[in-house]
């Protein structure tokens, strides 16, 4: 895929949207990923069809769909959707994303989700996303809490997955909040000795 249809750059990851070319990889990474991805987000057949489907439901103003890729050689390590796209006076989307077996713990996905919130925020214009995470999913919620996404509350038998109502986790994100974010990263470094604190440095 050329690099110009990227949308965001990070130093080793870049995102663009999902094309109808992607099928085989995709596949192959989801088949490969079955059982690491089974508790999270259940069992689910990887057909044309289906595929076909997930296409037509991101070209609605409702949906997005996104892959992050290696952004020297394109190869896709994860991706990442924004659902249930809300305009007017709300301006807010449901993040659901998925890493990869082949390539998990590397930081690709927190480089890769920190674009889309990007994205999201700038010409997205969208003002809030919220990501539902199951409490014993630790990994998801690390990532979350690397972007710095908040805790809202937790949810009840939330979503039916791999044959059982699963609680979540409620967590959120707002533009202003990455905007404190920034703010605070770009507080000059204190010298050496002089009193005070910095923003705690996070492992991608």
């Known amino acids: ?15 663009r949207r999902v094309c109808r070319q992607d099928y085989d990889e995709l596949t192959a990474l989801a088949r490969e990923s079955a059982e690491m991805l ?10 044309v069809e289906g595929f076909e489907s997930y296409l037509g439901r991101i070209q609605q103003p409702t949906h997005e769909g996104f892959v992050i890729c290696l952004r020297d050689a ?3 390590v994860g991706g990442v959707n924004i659902n249930n796209i809300v305009r007017g006076a709300l301006q807010s989307g449901t993040l659901g994303y998925t890493s990869y077996a082949s390539t998990t713990g590397r ?4 480089e890769g989700l920190g674009l889309v919130v990007q994205l999201a925020f700038g010409p997205l214009e969208l003002h809030r996303l919220e990501a539902n995470i199951q409490p014993d999913n630790t990994p998801s919620l690390n990532l979350v809490k690397r972007l710095g996404f908040r805790r809202e509350g937790y949810s009840t038998a939330f979503q039916y997955i791999d044959g059982e109502w699963r609680d979540h986790e409620r967590w959120a994100i707002t533009a202003e909040m990455t905007r404190t974010a920034a703010q605070l990263t770009n507080v000059p470094h204190r010298p050496s000795g002089e009193k005070g604190s910095r923003p705690p440095a996070g492992r991608p």
């Open 1 to 15: 895929m050329s690099v110009t249809s990227y949308l965001r750059q990070g130093p080793r990851v870049a995102i």
């Open 38 to 47: 089974r508790r999270w987000v259940g069992a689910r057949e990887n057909t």
């Open 74 to 76: 394109g190869t896709i």
């Open 107 to 110: 930081g690709y996905m927190t």
